[in-house]
């Protein structure tokens, strides 16, 4: 079965740090972009990061310099840091596998981010 499921969300205070997983099955992962998106309330779906195997990244200006992309290809698995958090970050937040040619793309159903005192 095709699946991405995310991991590691919840609550943080302003200033911490999560680290949300996406561990892949069905596919290998390491022949797809890999992308974070987020939603926060009432708001529109945002893309916050976009990668490569290779080691390219791209970061939303919003979180550039906080968040970090990264995957183990082994595990199948990729992973969203995130330090330095603020209130504004709080959202569900979705990883999404894109093929590299052609083919379809892949969801999690989203986990959970509030960034609270």
């Known amino acids: 079965q095709v699946q991405l499921v995310e991991s590691g969300g919840g609550l943080v205070q302003p200033g911490g740090s999560l680290r949300l997983s996406c561990a892949a099955s069905?596919?290998?992962?390491?022949?797809?972009?890999m992308r974070w998106h987020r939603q926060a309330p009432g708001k529109q779906r945002e893309l916050v990061a976009h990668?490569?195997?290779?080691?390219?990244?791209t970061y939303a200006d919003s979180v550039k310099g906080r968040f970090t992309m990264s995957r183990d290809i082994a595990l199948n698995t990729g992973y969203l840091q995130m330090n330095s958090l603020k209130p504004e970050d709080t959202g569900v937040y979705y990883c999404?596998?894109?093929?590299?040619?052609?083919?379809?793309?892949?969801w999690g159903k989203g986990i959970l981010v509030t960034v609270s005192s």
């Open positions: 990668g490569a195997r290779a080691g390219y990244r």
């Open positions: 999404n596998a894109v093929p590299l040619t052609n083919g379809m793309d892949y």
């Open positions: 069905g596919f290998t992962l390491s022949n797809y972009y």
